[in-house]
């Protein structure tokens, strides 16, 4: 018989509505952009288009980053005990610029957006699947990525870490639609995962759902972040803010290109989309311990059918999304969107 799962749906009427936030994803077509090449005498170290994973693949995308600069430093010598400066404050420019550090580089950050850079905005889910226009090849780069990220995330639960602790990371249940593909397969046939089980969701007030329930990793940003942005303060390194229009307008000759959507003007990299994104962060909710992906079908202005997603996960007091809407840089507030969600929340959720 299958089994049911009782859960508490969130609460989002007004009075519990924290905050709408809109963030721009650097999604970049295929693959990301990880890999080293000189331009105009300076050697520039290429780490985005994660835009969507970004804490999904963060460690082992740093860690193939620095590789690919160390095998630059072997076969161009002439970049030794350079000084080096990381563009990008999110996730992976600080990342990167404390492993720098903690190599014996000298290292600075230079960011457009200091206090909240757009991975600072994830809701936390561990989703490894690789683009659908990706090749074999480029595939084998997701599981090679998302495995090394995933074995780095079990560190940190088990307080293994130097510097991120274990608060930042956690494993609960993941509920997600028939429908969804978060692609665990090889997570599972590695054994670093088990097999989903197929549950119905029960809310209680009516409301069951079809279900696939992993056990994986819950990513609590505000947790990493806090641990990051201590690690950058204790090793004195500092944060410039300003907005940089080519690499030219940087003195030093070794730059780590950590902007996300930034490197579209930076680099003209024609396979990065802005993916736009809307979120609402809840406030005084009870701790629910569970994550939740779903698909659901809405129809739009023009009353055409579109299928959109449902997301819940517990970071912070609660967060509800999400839109993926391509092509879109706007951080204007878009309300309408922002309906939309509490609108599908209130169908799928009941309350």
């Not at 690919?68 to 990008?88: M, T, Y």
């Not at 088990?158 to 397969?185: C, M, Q, R, T, W």
């Not at 959507?261 to 680099?267: E, H, M, N, P, V």
Request: charged share 25%.
């Amino acid at each position: 018989m299958q089994r049911i799962v009782h859960l508490t749906p969130p609460q989002f009427s007004p009075e519990y509505v924290k905050e709408k936030v809109i963030c721009i994803r650097a999604h970049r077509e295929r693959e990301f952009k990880i890999g080293c090449e000189i331009i105009d005498g300076k050697l520039i170290c290429h780490n985005y288009g994660q835009g969507g994973a970004g804490l999904t693949f963060l460690f082992a995308s740093v860690e193939a980053s620095l590789c690919s600069f160390n095998e630059c430093l072997a076969a161009h010598p002439e970049f030794k005990n350079k000084e080096i400066v990381v563009i990008g404050a999110g996730c992976y420019g600080l990342l990167t610029t404390i492993e720098l550090a903690r190599e014996g580089h000298k290292v600075r950050i230079v960011t457009s957006e200091v206090d909240r850079p757009s991975s600072f905005n994830a809701a936390g889910f561990f989703f490894p699947r690789s683009r659908k226009t990706s090749t074999p090849q480029e595939r084998e780069i997701f599981h090679t990525l998302g495995l090394a990220s995933y074995a780095m995330y079990k560190k940190i639960i088990a307080s293994e870490h130097p510097f991120i602790s274990k608060e930042a990371a956690s494993i609960i249940p993941v509920y997600y639609g028939l429908n969804i593909d978060p692609g665990y397969d090889f997570y599972i046939q590695q054994c670093m995962l088990e097999a989903a089980e197929r549950v119905t969701v029960d809310f209680g007030n009516g409301k069951h759902y079809e279900a696939l329930e992993y056990k994986t990793l819950f990513i609590n940003a505000d947790v990493l972040f806090a641990d990051l942005r201590r690690a950058i303060t204790d090793l004195g390194i500092t944060i410039t803010q300003a907005n940089i229009a080519a690499f030219s307008d940087l003195h030093e000759s070794i730059i780590f290109n950590c902007t996300g959507i930034g490197a579209k003007q930076l680099t003209n990299d024609k396979k990065l989309i802005p993916v736009q994104g809307h979120l609402i962060m809840l406030k005084e909710q009870p701790k629910l311990e569970y994550m939740l992906n779903m698909q659901v079908t809405m129809r739009d202005e023009q009353g055409n059918e579109r299928d959109e997603l449902i997301y819940y996960s517990p970071r912070g007091s609660g967060t509800l999304g999400i839109t993926f809407i391509r092509g879109k840089r706007s951080l204007v507030p878009n309300e309408h969107e922002f309906d939309r969600i509490l609108q599908r929340c209130h169908d799928f959720f009941g309350v």
